[in-house]
């Protein structure tokens, strides 16, 4: 076979690289080598899975709890799911509008899928998280990045986005808690978002992980809307790949014979780990939020001593996004230049989007004694370049 016979899709090779998972693996092989290295570039808790969650797929499997499932997901944890966002939210739902599926990425592949007709616009914040461009591009989708403001901490003014609404607008997508910002959206900015002639996709997967002020869900001011949520943050469950779209009653249907198709079911164990983590749970994520709360204020302190600026202080998830122009321009490689010369590893701001630029992300999902090192590194670095 010759080389002209492997061609690849023009849609495959514009989807440009995940500058966090980039960073990552340069640090892996850093570390490969010998180097010590910190990492505060992952969203990725580093605590362990609790352990009713553990024991409960070790029983699933041990009792053969290995086949397809229904493809919206069980019942069982459907309903939990539901039941989650009555008892937190006030939320009616119907078990039939979850979709339970292998993390939230493969739902954003059916959402936009199901939404975009080419040139169709989806307007989403600057900054927002990284993946969610290349999703909408991947169906020939149109991205409208909205200007946000380091004062609103970065988050979108219903105002702002009314303007920008136009023929070809087909989606507003809002991420709160936010990554990167740490933010999260207020009351009635959220409610009068909700209100706008725009289909409205909100991200919710931090929920739960708020240290200042109430999170609301999207759902609690209209059923018209889709939300995203799962347990791979709250629940320290990345690995297990679980997630869930809630769906607007009308459009069950369509979303159902998409994943029929395309993904089948969720694993079966994973969705009992699910519902062991919805009933079993809270206590052990109540134990995480004290602890990142503790690391959320000692790394912002710690950033703000070093020089680096942050407007609005971040009250949830577990992001610190901190201004560094004064240090350099292109976020990009001055990241790079800080795994390399130190071994801590951040995420470049123009990850996020233009308005991102010159910032870097920090992670505190790691331990006090990493953050406090990374300081110390961060510290001498500085010191070196003359920025302190």
């Known amino acids: 076979m010759t080389d002209s016979k492997l061609r690849l899709s023009e849609r495959a090779r514009r989807v440009s690289p995940f500058l966090a998972m980039e960073v990552m693996e340069r640090a892996k092989e850093l570390e490969a080598a010998g180097r010590e290295v910190i990492y505060l570039c992952l969203g990725e808790p580093d605590f362990k899975t609790p352990e009713p969650v553990v024991q409960a797929v070790v029983e699933a499997v041990q009792a053969g709890e290995t086949s397809y499932t229904h493809s919206l997901g069980r019942l069982d944890l459907r309903k939990e799911i539901a039941a989650h966002y009555h008892n937190r939210y006030g939320v009616t739902l119907l078990p039939e509008q979850v979709l339970v599926s292998a993390g939230t990425s493969p739902l954003m592949l059916l959402l936009f899928s199901a939404l975009l007709e080419p040139g169709d616009e989806v307007i989403l914040p600057d900054p927002s998280y990284a993946c969610y461009p290349n999703f909408i591009r991947f169906f020939d989708g149109v991205v409208r990045y909205l200007p946000t403001r380091p004062e609103d901490a970065f988050q979108p003014d219903p105002q702002v986005v009314s303007r920008m609404i136009g023929t070809k607008a087909r989606a507003l997508m809002v991420n709160?808690?936010?990554?990167?910002?740490?933010?999260?959206?207020?009351?009635?900015?959220?409610?009068?978002?909700?209100?706008?002639?725009?289909?409205?996709?909100?991200?919710?997967?931090?929920?739960?992980?708020?240290?200042?002020?109430?999170?609301?869900?999207?759902?609690?001011?209209?059923?018209?809307?889709?939300?995203?949520?799962?347990?791979?943050?709250?629940?320290?469950?990345?690995?297990?790949?679980?997630?869930?779209?809630?769906?607007?009653?009308?459009?069950?249907?369509?979303?159902?014979?998409?994943?029929?198709?395309?993904?089948?079911?969720?694993?079966?164990?994973?969705?009992?780990?699910?519902?062991?983590?919805?009933?079993?749970?809270?206590?052990?994520?109540?134990?995480?939020?004290?602890e990142y709360d503790q690391r959320r204020r000692f790394l912002?302190?710690?950033?703000?001593?070093?020089?680096?600026?942050?407007?609005?202080?971040?009250?949830?998830?577990?992001?610190?996004?901190?201004?560094?122009?004064?240090?350099?321009?292109?976020?990009?490689?001055?990241?790079?230049?800080?795994?390399?010369?130190?071994?801590?590893?951040?995420?470049?701001?123009?990850?996020?989007?233009?308005?991102?630029?010159?910032?870097?992300?920090?992670s505190y999902a790691n331990s006090l004694a990493n953050i406090e090192r990374a300081l110390v590194l961060l510290d001498e670095y500085l010191q070196q370049r003359g920025r302190r």
Request: proline letters at 4%.
């Open 176 to 290: 709160s808690p936010s990554n990167p910002a740490g933010s999260v959206l207020s009351t009635a900015w959220l409610k009068q978002l909700t209100e706008l002639p725009i289909t409205l996709i909100s991200d919710e997967i931090y929920h739960g992980l708020t240290y200042q002020g109430e999170e609301h869900s999207a759902l609690e001011f209209t059923n018209e809307v889709f939300v995203l949520g799962g347990f791979s943050k709250t629940y320290a469950m990345t690995g297990w790949r679980l997630g869930y779209m809630i769906i607007p009653r009308k459009c069950v249907r369509t979303f159902q014979t998409l994943h029929q198709n395309f993904l089948i079911s969720a694993n079966n164990f994973v969705q009992v780990a699910g519902v062991a983590a919805l009933r079993y749970g809270r206590p052990y994520v109540e134990a995480m939020r004290i």
């Open 300 to 362: 912002l302190d710690g950033l703000l001593r070093l020089g680096f600026r942050v407007e609005r202080e971040p009250v949830a998830a577990f992001y610190v996004l901190a201004d560094a122009r004064h240090i350099a321009s292109d976020s990009k490689a001055l990241a790079r230049e800080i795994l390399e010369a130190t071994g801590v590893a951040v995420t470049p701001g123009i990850d996020f989007g233009p308005a991102a630029e010159g910032f870097l992300r920090f």
